[in-house]
T-cell receptor
Framework: KAGVTQTPRYLIKTRGQQVTLSCSPISGHRSVSWYQQTPGQGLQFLFEYFSETQRNKGNFPGRFSGRQFSNSRSEMNVSTLELGDSALYLC???????????FGDGTRLSIL | AQTVTQSQPEMSVQEAETVTLSCTYDTSESNYYLFWYKQPPSRQMILVIRQEAYKQQNATENRFSVNFQKAAKSFSLKISDSQLGDTAMYFCAFMKHKIDKIIFGKGTRLHILP
């Protein structure tokens, strides 16, 4: 079974731009979660989608948004990028219902 | 709000030794899950071990075992016969019952020395 696939692997943007990150979950997994990892704040939960509905949300500003498609693939969008948005963004999928989450390799976003 | 604390930012041990990573957490919930994840330099997060709070028996996975003390809210990871491939960042994590959202500790960087 293929694992969680995140694209792109690396991304460089400038302040004020917007960016879209993509995540393809493991086949059959309906829950997709997004996390931000930075050296200072560690791993922080952004949001979780299940069957195209956002079920859980972390404490991030409205510039961070996401969506999930009918095939369970998910996208995360960050608008009006700030220097502090530079981070590794990790996506994780699970069947849902409190099953273990499996992570992708992440997208490294750098803001110049 | 739930919090997870890992008090050891960095540790080093010799290959083949046993090492224990500490983790404490704070929650008012009675039903939850605890995890240890490993993140090697390749950066992919890998689930090491999982513990359901309602189970008194400590989880084990080959060389990895946990010491789960629910009353003390402590969840330590023991790695036996450590190997060079165990070198990684280890994260302790918490998930509330019925909420698929993981709260991570800050991590412990573990170095296995040859």
């Amino acid at each position: 079974k293929a694992g969680v696939t995140q694209t792109p692997r690396y991304l460089i943007k400038t302040r004020g731009q917007q960016v879209t990150l993509s995540c393809s979950p493991i086949s059959g997994h309906r829950s997709v979660s997004w996390y931000q990892q930075t050296p200072g704040q560690g791993l922080q939960f952004l949001f979780e989608y299940f069957s195209e509905t956002q079920r859980n949300k972390g404490n991030f500003p409205g510039r961070f948004s996401g969506r999930q498609f009918s095939n369970s693939r998910s996208e995360m969008n960050v608008s009006t990028l700030e220097l502090g948005d530079s981070a590794l963004y990790l996506c994780a999928s699970s069947p849902g219902q409190e099953q273990p989450q499996h992570f992708g390799d992440g997208t490294r976003l750098s803001i110049l | 709000a739930q919090t997870v604390t890992q008090s050891q930012p960095e540790m080093s041990v010799q290959e083949a030794e046993t090492v224990t990573l500490s983790c404490t957490y704070d929650t008012s919930e009675s039903n939850y899950y605890l995890f240890w994840y490993k993140q090697p330099p390749s950066r992919q997060m890998i689930l090491v071990i999982r513990q359901e709070a309602y189970k008194q028996q400590n989880a084990t996975e080959n060389r990895f075992s946990v010491n789960f003390q629910k009353a003390a809210k402590s969840f330590s990871l023991k790695i036996s016969d450590s190997q060079l491939g165990d070198t990684a960042m280890y994260f302790c994590a918490f998930m509330k019952h019925k909420i698929d959202k993981i709260i991570f500790g800050k991590g412990t960087r573990l170095h296995i020395l040859p």
